[in-house]
C-alpha cells in the first residue's frame, strides 16, 4: 500500500521546477492525494493499477487552484487511487449535488421497473396525475410517456434558454416550490419526441411519477433499493412544497457514495457482486438519444469547457476529451460522476453548489472544474 510520503514524491518529481514571477510556466503544487482511512473502499495506488502517477499528481496540482471544489476522487479498476478534499470539504461532507441528482432519479425509475410499481416507460405522463386532466388544454400533453420525460424530449422548454421558465421555476414566491402544477401551467414547445430540451421539471415529474406508483416517499425507497445494497447512506433529498423529494436536484451524498452509484453504473448495475439495476436499464441509460447537443449560450461549453460532443441519455450525459468518450452526471457548480468505461475509471467531484450563483454567474466556476477534468481525461492513453 502506497505511503502518504510516496504520493507528494510523485508530484515533486513531476514538478521539475516551480515557476517564479514572470514564468508562463504552470506552477505545480505538491498534493497528497492518498486515499484517506476508512473502510469502505479498497485502496490502491495510481500505478499499480497501471495509471500514470504523473498524470494524477497533474490533476491534483491543478486542483489545488479551484475556489469552489470541495473534493476529487478517482477510483481505477475498482479501487480507489487518488482522494482529497479541497476549500470546505471533507470526507463525510453532506452539500447539495445539484443536477447530478437527475442521474439518481433516472435509477430510481429503473428501480420502479424492477419491483413492477411501473410496467413500461411507455405508460403516459398523465396517467399519474389525473386532477390535472380536466386543466389540460393542449391535447400533445397527454401523450407524454416516461421515456420522452428521461430523454428530456418531453416537449417541456428549456428551462435555462427560453425564458421566463427559469426564474418561475426556481424564483417563486416561497421555498420550496410548488412544481407539479407547472406539467399545466408551462406549454410545450416542441411535440412530444421531437426534440431535446433541458428541463426541470421533467426531471422532477419523473420523481413523482416513480412516488405515486409505489405510493412510497422516494428517498425511502432510494435507501432500501438503491443505496443501502452500495453500503451507501443518502443524507437528504429536499423536497418541493407538496412533499415531493425534487427530481432535478438537492440530493445529499458524500463524494464516497457518489463514486460507489457510478462504479455500480460502470459494472451494469452491480455494485461488489450485489444487483442493484438491471443491466438493460444501465445500458438502456446511457444510451445517446439525442447527439451534438448544442449548449453554447447556456453554460461554459464554449467559453469554458473542454466536454464536447455533448449527448444525452435518460437523465445521463455522455461526451468526450481527447480520444476518451465519457457517460456522466452532473451538478450545478462542478458536481460531477464520470464513467470511463473503456478505463474502468471513475472520477467523482463535489463543489459548491453554488445557490447565490444559480444562473450564468456561476458557470465560470463550474468551467474551471470541467476544463480541469477534461484536461486529465484527455491526457490519458487510449487503451
Same mark, same amino acid.
Given at each position: 500500500? +502506497?505511503?502518504?510520503?510516496?504520493?507528494?514524491?510523485?508530484?515533486?518529481?513531476?514538478?521539475?521546477?516551480?515557476?517564479?514571477?514572470?514564468?508562463?510556466?504552470?506552477?505545480?503544487?505538491?498534493?497528497?492525494?492518498?486515499?484517506?482511512?476508512?473502510?469502505?473502499?479498497?485502496? !490502491?495506488?495510481?500505478?499499480?493499477?497501471?495509471?500514470?502517477?504523473?498524470?494524477?499528481?497533474?490533476?491534483?496540482? &491543478?486542483?489545488?487552484?479551484?475556489?469552489?471544489?470541495?473534493?476529487?476522487?478517482?477510483? &481505477?479498476? @475498482?479501487?480507489?487511487?487518488?482522494?482529497?478534499?479541497?476549500?470546505?470539504?471533507?470526507?463525510?461532507?453532506?452539500?447539495? +449535488?445539484? !443536477?447530478?441528482?437527475?442521474?439518481?432519479?433516472?435509477? =430510481?425509475?429503473?428501480?420502479?421497473?424492477?419491483?413492477?410499481?411501473?410496467?413500461?416507460?411507455?405508460?403516459?405522463?398523465?396517467?399519474?396525475?389525473?386532477?390535472?386532466? %380536466?386543466?389540460?388544454?393542449?391535447?400533445?400533453?397527454?401523450?407524454?410517456?416516461? *421515456?420522452?420525460?428521461?430523454?428530456?424530449?418531453?416537449?417541456?422548454?428549456?428551462?435555462?434558454?427560453?425564458?421566463? /421558465?427559469?426564474?418561475?421555476?426556481?424564483?417563486?414566491?416561497?421555498? #420550496?416550490?410548488?412544481?407539479?402544477?407547472?406539467?399545466? $401551467?408551462?406549454?410545450?414547445?416542441?411535440?412530444?419526441?421531437?426534440?431535446?430540451?433541458?428541463?426541470?421539471?421533467?426531471?422532477?415529474?419523473?420523481?413523482?411519477?416513480?412516488? +405515486?406508483?409505489?405510493?412510497?416517499?422516494?428517498?425511502?425507497?432510494?435507501?432500501?433499493?438503491?443505496?443501502?445494497? =452500495?453500503?451507501?447512506?443518502?443524507?437528504?433529498?429536499?423536497?418541493?412544497?407538496?412533499?415531493?423529494?425534487? @427530481?432535478?436536484?438537492?440530493?445529499?451524498?458524500?463524494?464516497?457514495?457518489?463514486?460507489?452509484?457510478? !462504479? =455500480?453504473?460502470?459494472?451494469? @448495475?452491480? /455494485? &461488489?457482486?450485489?444487483?442493484?439495476? #438491471?443491466? $438493460?436499464?444501465?445500458?438502456?441509460?446511457? *444510451? *445517446?438519444?439525442?447527439? +451534438?447537443?448544442?449548449?453554447?449560450?447556456?453554460?461554459?461549453? !464554449?467559453?469554458?469547457?473542454?466536454?464536447?460532443?455533448? @449527448?444525452?441519455?435518460?437523465?445521463?450525459?455522455?461526451?468526450?476529451?481527447?480520444?476518451?468518450?465519457?457517460?456522466?452526471?452532473?451538478?450545478?457548480?462542478?458536481?460531477?460522476?464520470?464513467?470511463?468505461?473503456?478505463?474502468?475509471?471513475?472520477?467523482?467531484?463535489?463543489? $459548491?453548489?453554488?445557490?447565490?450563483? #444559480?444562473?450564468?454567474?456561476?458557470? %465560470?466556476?463550474?468551467?474551471?472544474?470541467?476544463?480541469?477534468?477534461?484536461?486529465?481525461?484527455?491526457?490519458? #492513453?487510449?487503451?
Amino acid at each position: 500500500m +502506497r505511503t502518504r510520503t510516496t504520493a507528494v514524491l510523485a508530484l515533486f518529481a513531476l514538478a521539475g521546477c516551480m515557476a517564479c514571477n514572470g514564468c508562463s510556466r504552470m506552477r505545480f503544487v505538491a498534493v497528497d492525494y492518498a486515499p484517506l482511512p476508512g473502510g469502505d473502499w479498497e485502496v !490502491s495506488t495510481p500505478a499499480e493499477q497501471g495509471l500514470d502517477s504523473t498524470l494524477v499528481a497533474n490533476l491534483y496540482s &491543478e486542483a489545488t487552484r479551484l475556489p469552489t471544489l470541495y473534493g476529487l476522487l478517482v477510483i &481505477e479498476n @475498482g479501487y480507489l487511487v487518488a482522494e482529497k478534499y479541497f476549500n470546505a470539504g471533507a470526507i463525510d461532507q453532506l452539500s447539495g +449535488r445539484q !443536477s447530478a441528482t437527475k442521474s439518481f432519479t433516472s435509477a =430510481m425509475v429503473g428501480i420502479a421497473l424492477d419491483q413492477g410499481y411501473l410496467s413500461s416507460v411507455d405508460q403516459k405522463m398523465m396517467d399519474f396525475f389525473p386532477e390535472y386532466a %380536466k386543466s389540460i388544454t393542449d391535447p400533445r400533453k397527454n401523450d407524454i410517456t416516461i *421515456r420522452q420525460l428521461l430523454q428530456m424530449r418531453g416537449g417541456y422548454p428549456w428551462g435555462e434558454k427560453e425564458p421566463p /421558465y427559469f426564474d418561475r421555476f426556481f424564483f417563486q414566491d416561497t421555498w #420550496p416550490p410548488t412544481l407539479v402544477p407547472l406539467l399545466v $401551467d408551462f406549454p410545450l414547445t416542441a411535440d412530444p419526441g421531437t426534440k431535446y430540451k433541458y428541463s426541470n421539471l421533467m426531471s422532477h415529474l419523473l420523481a413523482v411519477i416513480v412516488t +405515486r406508483a409505489s405510493s412510497t416517499d422516494l428517498d425511502s425507497l432510494a435507501q432500501k433499493h438503491l443505496f443501502a445494497p =452500495m453500503n451507501a447512506e443518502l443524507g437528504q433529498w429536499s423536497r418541493d412544497a407538496e412533499g415531493y423529494c425534487m @427530481g432535478w436536484g438537492e440530493i445529499y451524498l458524500t463524494a464516497r457514495d457518489m463514486a460507489k452509484f457510478g !462504479s =455500480m453504473y460502470l459494472n451494469d @448495475g452491480e /455494485y &461488489e457482486g450485489t444487483r442493484v439495476l #438491471p443491466a $438493460d436499464w444501465v445500458e438502456a441509460s446511457l *444510451r *445517446r438519444y439525442s447527439e +451534438r447537443i448544442n449548449i453554447s449560450g447556456w453554460w461554459f461549453e !464554449s467559453k469554458y469547457g473542454d466536454f464536447g460532443d455533448i @449527448g444525452y441519455g435518460y437523465q445521463w450525459w455522455s461526451a468526450r476529451a481527447g480520444d476518451h468518450r465519457f457517460d456522466y452526471a452532473s451538478g450545478h457548480g462542478g458536481n460531477y460522476i464520470i464513467l470511463l468505461d473503456e478505463l474502468d475509471m471513475v472520477i467523482v467531484t463535489t463543489a $459548491d453548489p453554488l445557490h447565490d450563483h #444559480p444562473a450564468g454567474a456561476g458557470w %465560470k466556476y463550474e468551467g474551471a472544474i470541467n476544463k480541469t477534468v477534461a484536461r486529465f481525461i484527455a491526457s490519458l #492513453p487510449k487503451e
